[in-house]
């Protein structure tokens, strides 16, 4: 966990009564020995048991506490950690061995309700470190009413066996369990080590309505299972209730549908009201599930957003080789929730405003006023446009204001001096909020995002499109004045993550073009020459993020720019249909139908989101051309993130039958809290991340092929968190499907 965590230390250790035991007196049989507890706490050891009253009315887990400090681990050692616990009321515990202090990492936990049956919990897990300073900590605060618990024989000896995560893949035969589209292809993969075809029938009902073979294509190198394909596409009828059977062995259900994608367009656009920072989220428009109270608007506890300093001059030096600071504050209140922290990062914000301001560009009819459950909703202007503005007016406030040392450069971020831990309500937070250091990467992303804005505002509100235009043409003008103030991979150890970014020549270009596109003017065709960047390096394995958005503005010139040179349109329109051209291959080389393929299968963080990107330029090429295999391999890609896959999980939350809900997150956190909920339907998990980051990942998934580097786990933040970026590719896609 990665917080600050008060405790009073009782009494001395003493030698552990196994050998391979960590834990001082875990029967209780020596009084309080080795054991503390929070002040707002007075436990008894007798009979074998720690008992103690737990008070009411405490707001997060940690604010109770029964611990002890000072054990050891050892790197590659597995251990076994188990305990006993009754309570005179059901009650949520969350047991935790975990560092002993920031980033307080967690190694081991399990949340169990207990009652007043006493039972017994254990968790398994190898350790990733070699460290003395961890703790074994139950935390027990966060409810209304007061409780009592009790703890029995706590334990965490080292020598154990750590049996084989073995992940719940369900039926052999994979598919999108969503479903397919009448006129659309159908495929689908069977897990078979078998080496000649064998027979499918396609069910309706218990019926079989088609039948065929399989074909056999080996092993998979992305889940190292040997595959076979189906393709049923042949079959147009529509309906409910149907499903794929080889033998006994039968998928889940899924539909045939010329609707079968259509909530998905609301459903995504519907995930960035409750994750808005500085207003209340109101249950009767979000669902009561995620009402809220507004967070960081100084509030206590909560420091708020509306008067931000700069980062001291201790921490900047740390972060950038040089101290940096300011002496002013901002109201930078609004915006989104980057991700499962309370963090706002502009980098990540600017390509995930972006996303919606194109999936609106690109078809404007298909939004409206009062088409999303949003506060906005009423007042004239398409909803989509409301939520984006929400994000641009927080992005204006990060801007260096006149007179200031970097006016017009943009902060490159605000979240929390520390690490907090989960689950915590954004309203709830005690921490110091900052403003970090500018830089040249988030100064173009407002100049980019902000004339875009601009000429999509026009119609609708003249001065807040003359605002955003004044912004964009400011921030490039200090972009280019300060061209290489770069974020750093050491600005990322506390409190939230770097973002870094020391190329930024694809954001030059990003902002020339949109500034192009809002004003006509030819100084920016200028800009866009000198920054363009090379076509032979822009749509890699993953076509762009908020790191590399020089394919993202290539799509958008290549769709939308008038008055740009002949030969100059079309030569980024044929380095779009090149790079969709290459992504149709991936795609018909995958057993699973993925349209990302990095080179090794190396999957990256976020896998899901660039399979999606990768989607969108292929997209771009059917929008160009209208060839209708662009179209059959963009809907084909969903059937990869909908369950057909090696783990057989649909990734987005409320869709299948199967699907992740436990995504990372410190309120939408349900897996650690019972009163709090999953994350809302149609928010998109990060996916498969070859790099196994968290410890939670680390312990369950050493070794896995590329397709099982995933867990639908709340502390798997390197494989299952939520992004606003990695929702905006999903509202894009789901905009072009509902099309479709």
Known sequence: MRRT????????????????????????????????????????????????????GTQNPWDVIVGQNDLTLTEGEGYAFTFTASANAPSVVRAVVQEGQDPWTAFGSVVPTVTAEADTYEVTFESGASMDNVQVVFQVGGAAEPWSLCLQQVSLIGGA?????????????????????????????????????LGWALMRGGKVVLEGQTAPQGVDPSSSLGTHLIDFSEYAEAGDDFTLAVGERESHPFRIADDVFAPLLGDA???????????????????????????????????????????????????????????????????WYDAGDHGKYVVNGGISVAQLMTAYERAPDRFADSDMAIPEMGNGVPDIL????????????????????????????????????????????????????????????????????????????????????????????????????????????????????????????WAAAELFMTTGDAQWLTAMETHQPPMDVLFGDAAFDWKNTGALSYISVALRAEGLPDDQRAAMREAVMTAADTYVAVQEAEHFGQIYAPEGYDYDWGSNHLHLQNALVVAAAYDLTGEDRYRAAVVEAMDYIFGRNALNISYVTGYGTHYAKNQHSRWLANQLNPDLPNPPKGALAGGPNSSIQDPVAQRLLKGCAAQFCYVDDIDSWSTNEITINWNAALVQIAAILAEY
């Open 386 to 509: 409301d939520e984006a503005r929400w994000q641009l007016e927080f992005m204006l406030k990060m801007q260096v204001p006149e007179g200031q040392p970097l006016a017009g450069m943009v902060h490159h971020k605000i979240h929390d001096n520390e690490w907090t831990g989960l689950p915590l309500m954004p309203h709830l937070s005690d921490k110091l909020r900052e403003l970090h250091r500018p830089s040249t990467a988030a100064t173009l992303n407002l100049a980019a995002v902000a004339a875009q804005g601009a000429r999509l505002f026009a119609e609708y509100d003249a001065a807040f499109a003359d605002r955003l235009l004044d912004a964009a043409l400011t921030a490039y003008a200090a972009a280019e004045a300060t061209p290489d103030l770069f974020a750093t991979p050491e600005d990322g150890q506390s409190g939230g993550g770097p973002y870094d970014d020391d190329t930024v020549g694809d954001e030059f270009f």
């Open 269 to 335: 656009l519907a995930y960035y009201y409750p994750n808005r920072s500085g207003i209340e989220v109101d249950g009767a428009i979000a669902g009561e599930a995620y009402a809220r109270p507004a967070g960081h608007i100084g509030v206590a506890p909560n420091q708020g957003d509306t008067a931000v300093p700069c980062q001291a001059p201790e921490s900047s030096q740390a972060a950038y080789g040089e101290p940096w600071t300011c002496d002013y504050t901002l109201d930078v209140t609004g915006g």
């Open 161 to 197: 066996e750590i049996e084989a995560y073995a992940p719940d893949t369900g039926p052999a035969v994979r598919v999108n369990q969503v479903g397919y589209l009448p006129d659309g292809p159908k495929r689908a993969t069977m897990v078979s080590d078998a080496k000649e075809a």
């Open 5 to 56: 965590i008060p405790f009073v230390v009782t009494i001395a250790m003493s030698t552990p009564t196994y050998a391979n035991e960590n834990v001082i007196n875990g029967d209780f049989s020596d009084d309080m020995n080795g054991w503390w507890a929070t002040d707002n706490v007075t436990p008894t050891a007798t009979d074998g048991q720690l008992c103690t009253d737990i008070p009411g």
